[in-house]
């Protein structure tokens, strides 16, 4: 019966979203940040923490794909079936060419303290504090080759700022999968030394 409740919850959210989601807009509270320096479509950014529901895209155990588990936690399937607002970006930490770990950011509101411990044992907390990264904005699919196109070009923008890299990068999509591929925001982000 759970199940069917938060498969429902879904379809409603998705519907809701679906009416401004298609034209690259969802209505979600972003992830907040500095604007350090910016060269279009490059900036250099600062999130003074973020709170992050994470999970492996690979989990022997339970074959639900990485995203219906971070949806599970934010529709109640944590330690106080406490629902929680859906957020923007949606992060995927990058090993080379493939993701390893994708995370909802939850809202402002949360600390780690505070959030709700998961149900899932596949699913964690953490918390990024003092987080500096170069980004470029970009559109499209997040398929391989977009994003290693755009991460190589903003690898060669932190080289002509002479920043130092430290730390791998993750991609950020702000949009549902159905928006129009011109109308998404991704990005990339690498962790950076402050300057």
């Not at 509270?29 to 479509?41: M, N, R, S």
């Not at 990485?66 to 970006?89: V, W």
């Amino acid at each position: 019966m759970i199940n069917m409740f938060r498969s429902v919850s879904f379809l409603v959210f998705i519907t809701a979203m679906t009416g401004c989601s298609v034209f690259g807009n969802s209505g979600v509270e972003i992830a907040p940040y500095t604007v350090l320096q910016k060269e279009e479509p490059y900036e250099l950014r600062h999130y003074e923490r973020l709170v992050l529901v994470t999970t492996p895209y690979e989990d022997i155990e339970e074959q639900r794909n990485p995203f219906m588990r971070l949806f599970d936690y934010i529709s109640g399937a944590n330690d106080g079936t406490q629902e929680i607002a859906m957020t923007a970006p949606v992060f995927m930490d990058r090993q080379g060419n493939t993701s390893e770990t994708m995370s909802f950011v939850l809202p402002e509101s949360f600390s780690l303290e505070s959030a709700p411990e998961p149900e899932n044992s596949a699913v964690k907390l953490e918390e990024l504090k003092n987080y500096t990264v170069a980004t470029v904005t970009f559109n499209g699919l997040l398929g391989t080759e977009n994003i290693e196109e755009h991460n190589e070009l903003l690898n060669q923008w932190i080289a002509k700022m002479e920043l130092e890299t430290i730390g791998p990068a993750k991609v950020a999509g702000y949009n549902p999968p159905y928006t129009i591929p011109w109308m998404r925001r991704n990005e990339v982000l690498i962790p950076v030394k402050m300057p």
